[in-house]
């Protein structure tokens, strides 16, 4: 099983990322798909889920309202859309399916 996290980046406060997942190796449509964070010094966190039967989706407060998970099941992807992106955004995202987790991609939101 491999997950590629990638889309990760410099961009101004305000601005705009999206994340992709990529992953091989299992039944992807079965599967929820979740993206987690780790900003310099402090413990990672959950920040976004999207279950596989309905596409329900949870966000933490941090992030509610301003990104949105969603999939393709086509092509066995996730995504993060990021918008007004703060600095506090900052840290090295990591999208999760079941026990895999990709390598991570950083994300720097500048002031």
């Known amino acids: 099983v491999q997950l590629q996290a990638s889309g990760g980046g410099l961009v101004q406060a305000g601005g705009s990322l999206r994340l992709s997942c990529a992953v091989s190796?299992?039944?992807?449509?079965?599967?929820?798909i979740a993206w987690f964070r780790q900003a310099p010094g402090k413990e990672r966190e959950g920040i976004a889920c999207?279950?596989?039967?309905?596409?329900?989706?949870v966000y933490s407060d941090s992030v509610k309202g301003r990104f949105t998970i969603s999939r393709d099941n086509a092509k066995n992807t996730g995504y993060l859309q990021m918008n007004s992106l703060k600095p506090e955004d900052t840290a090295v995202y990591y999208c999760?399916?079941?026990?895999?987790w990709g390598k991570g991609t950083l994300v720097t939101v500048s002031s």
């Open positions: 999760n399916v079941n026990v895999y």
């Open positions: 999207i279950v596989s039967d309905n596409d329900d989706t």
């Open positions: 190796g299992l039944t992807f449509g079965n599967s929820a």
